[in-house]
């Protein structure tokens, strides 16, 4: 069974673009979450979305923003980037949404940099 | 403000010895603790759980323990091995929050030879 899959792995964009990572979760997997990952802030919830409806968001900014479509792959955006950005963005995908006994299975991450 | 804290960055121990892993929250909300692993250029990887009604739960050399009255969970290894190098992470989570998890800052266990 293929796991989870990010692209692309690695990312260099400049200040005030916008960048677009994709996530293509476990076959049968309906729940997708994001996540940012700082040297400072740690792990961070960004947001889940579970049937192409986000189900949780945490809390950043409207720049961050995501969607997922019927096959279950999800996207997120980011606009206006900002050096603080540069992070490693991590997806993970399980089998429905809510925690207990329902395990979350992590992609390798996109490596994004803002120059 | 931090609601999952791991204190200790990293942590070295014996091939063959215990690893004990701490993590403390805050938040009298979570219900539901993880222990992730991670290696580098990989995503996290799910080791063990623990429903806030228990107060241990046991998986071949893993142990996870809660003690809710003191808001602390730590993760027992025995015996350790170098393959077990590696980020730890501990996360939480509520109910109702559906599959959202707060994590901790990780703690580098080194496993000597």
């Known amino acids: 069974k293929a796991g989870v899959t990010q692209t692309p792995r690695y990312l260099i964009k400049t200040r005030g673009q916008q960048v677009t990572l994709s996530c293509s979760p476990i076959?049968?997997?309906?729940?997708v979450s994001w996540y940012q990952q700082t040297p400072g802030q740690g792990l961070q919830f960004l947001f889940e979305?579970?049937?192409?409806?986000?189900?949780n968001k945490g809390n950043f900014p409207g720049r961050f923003s995501g969607r997922q479509f019927s096959n279950s792959r999800s996207e997120m955006n980011v606009s206006t980037l900002e050096l603080g950005d540069s992070a490693l963005y991590l997806c993970?995908?399980?089998?429905?949404?809510?925690?207990?006994?329902?395990?979350?299975?992590f992609g390798p991450g996109t490596r994004l940099t803002v120059l | 403000d931090q609601q999952v804290k791991q204190n200790s960055p990293s942590l070295s121990v014996q091939e063959g010895r215990i690893s004990i892993l701490n993590c403390d929250y805050t938040?009298?909300?979570?219900?539901?603790f993880l222990w992730y692993k991670k290696y580098p250029a990989e995503g996290p990887t799910f080791l063990i759980s623990?429903?806030?009604?228990?107060d241990k739960n046991e998986d071949g050399r893993f142990t996870v323990f809660l003690n809710k009255s003191a808001k602390h969970l730590s993760l027992h290894i025995v015996p350790s091995q170098p393959g077990d190098s590696a980020v730890y992470f501990c996360?939480?989570?509520?109910?109702?929050?559906?599959?959202?998890?707060?994590f901790g800052g990780g703690t580098r266990l080194m496993v000597k030879p």
């Open positions: 076959s049968g997997h309906r729940s």
């Open positions: 938040n009298s909300m979570f219900d539901y």
């Open positions: 993970a995908s399980s089998l429905y949404s809510g925690s207990r006994g329902n395990e979350q299975f």
């Open positions: 623990i429903s806030s009604i228990k």
């Open positions: 979305y579970f049937s192409e409806t986000q189900r």
């Open positions: 996360a939480a989570s509520a109910q109702n929050a559906g599959n959202m998890l707060t």
